[in-house]
């Protein structure tokens, strides 16, 4: 049918998910390293769960230059600590 708007309603969750999707990847292509790297650097350091995803609100409203130096900074700050 032409004409009609069709609203597709996804689940937070998966807006979230898909987020952190595009967090690791972008933050892979910036450092020149595989996503799998930066998805196993961030999984050992909990930034997936204790980071991103509760700060969801605040870093999608980022550009994502800047979102990908937050999350190469966060990743050297906790991986010091370690």
Not at 15 to 33: D, H, M, N, P, Q
Not at 38 to 64: A, D, Q, W
């Amino acid at each position: 049918m032409t004409g009609m708007n069709v609203e597709i309603k996804i689940p937070h969750n998966q807006v979230v998910l898909a987020f952190v999707s595009t967090c690791i990847e972008a933050t892979a292509r910036k450092l020149g390293v595989s996503y799998r790297d930066v998805f196993m650097r961030m999984k050992r350091l909990g930034m997936i769960e204790n980071y991103i995803c509760p700060n969801y609100g605040v870093l999608h409203t980022e550009s994502r230059d800047n979102i990908v130096l937050d999350m190469i900074q966060c990743m050297e700050n906790w991986e010091a600590r370690v």
